[in-house]
Nanobody, 121 residues
Framework: QVQLVESGGGLVQAGGSLRLSCAAS????????MGWYRQAPGKQRELVAD???????NYADSVKGRFTISRDNAKNTVYLQMNSLKPEDTAVYYC???????????????WGQGTQVTVSS
């Protein structure tokens, strides 16, 4: 059983910072891509940033220069440092992992339960 557990969400004023963490646990063979998505009320879930096992990162245009994704492969953990937060960053943030569970050969996709980020103006 693979689980993704997020932490670090909360309420912050515009211009502030938050750091999200997501740890993957369970029977895991290897993790390819880990990433963060977000979903605001009435909107579709969108990619915020993702990162490969070798450290290659990809960002949505709306967060470039403000957010930084990083990863600790030894801990199966991905982080999202969010700076200069704006009210439009308010959303539920979901962790995502593309991985191969132990005893399997095919890659599977997993989601965390989500963590709320609220940015007040």
């Amino acid at each position: 059983q693979v689980q993704l557990v997020e932490s670090g969400g909360g309420l912050v004023q515009a211009g502030g910072s938050l750091r999200l963490s997501c740890a993957a646990s369970g029977s895991i063979n290897s993790i390819n891509v880990m990433g963060w998505y977000r979903q605001a009320p009435g909107k579709q879930r969108e990619l915020v940033a993702d990162i490969t096992s070798s450290g290659s990162a990809n960002y949505a245009d709306s967060v470039k220069g403000r957010f930084t994704i990083s990863r600790d492969n030894a801990k199966n953990t991905v982080y999202l440092q969010m700076n200069s937060l704006k009210p439009e960053d308010t959303a539920v943030y979901y962790c995502n992992a593309d991985l191969i569970p132990r005893y399997y050969q095919d890659r599977r996709n997993y989601w965390g339960q989500g963590t709320q980020v609220t940015v007040s103006s």
